[in-house]
């Protein structure tokens, strides 16, 4: 999602083989993936101390566009602007009890230069902290569930092709999709879970060689399916 929103040629490269965390791994994290997965979470949900902190020097490198634009997010939540996901999901405004909080820079702008260690001046440090670090993730879980209600959509059309008795769309959550079906009708589903998620990336964003990946497990009980 976040290769797709920025429009970051590198990450889209690493994204290509099914595999963020290992392409971003032999990118520039030596083939290390646990230290790719590391930077990558750390960039989108505003990590800034110990490891994650110091990988996303790495990414930010490396993946400029992609790094810049949760920042920019991120900047603009702690100004107490609002973001949007991709189709223009809106994130929450601020409260006024943060606002008023948050006055608290305002009263002195220069204040972390000058050593302002006044309590009220560090709570709305942090509370802008924590608001850019929600605005930073916003962006992208938003757009992510943008894509996955259009991914729905196509892949509801397509069962419901099928004519009565065929496959049943029977739950989303977060990222899984359970289909109920005859197992002789397994392929078919496979493929139309594939071509929605196809479809939904061009319909969320575009011409983007970005591509969204999904893994099917074809059992006849949920609790197999890992």
């Not at 569930?145 to 196509?154: E, N, P, T």
Request: net charge neutral; aromatic share 6%; with cysteine.
């Amino acid at each position: 999602m976040l290769a797709a929103l920025s429009g970051d040629e590198g990450l889209a490269r690493a994204a290509r083989g099914g595999d963020l965390y290992g392409g971003l791994a032999a990118a520039a994290f030596q083939g290390d993936r646990p230290r790719a997965k590391v930077a990558l979470l750390a960039a989108m949900y505003g990590q800034t101390s110990g490891e994650g902190g110091q990988l996303i020097g790495v990414l930010r490198r490396r993946f400029p566009d992609a790094v810049g634009y949760v920042e920019a997010a991120a900047r603009a939540g702690e100004e107490g602007q609002l973001v949007r996901s991709r189709l223009g999901r809106t994130c929450p405004p601020p409260s006024t009890a943060w606002r008023e909080r948050t006055a608290a820079i305002g009263l002195s702008p220069d204040a972390e230069r000058e050593g302002d260690e006044r309590e009220e001046v560090r709570l709305a440090r942090r509370s802008a902290r924590d608001r850019g670090r929600f605005t930073r993730n916003f962006v992208v879980q938003a757009s992510a569930a943008d894509w996955a209600l259009a991914m729905l959509a196509a892949l509801r059309r397509r069962l419901d092709g099928a004519g009565r008795g065929g496959p049943e769309l029977v739950l989303f959550q977060h990222d899984e999709v359970v289909v109920d079906c005859r197992r002789a009708d397994a392929p078919a589903v496979v493929a139309a879970v594939d071509a929605a998620a196809d479809e939904a990336g061009r319909l969320v964003f575009g011409d983007t060689p970005v591509r969204f990946p999904l893994e099917s497990a074809v059992v006849s009980c949920y609790a197999d399916a890992k």
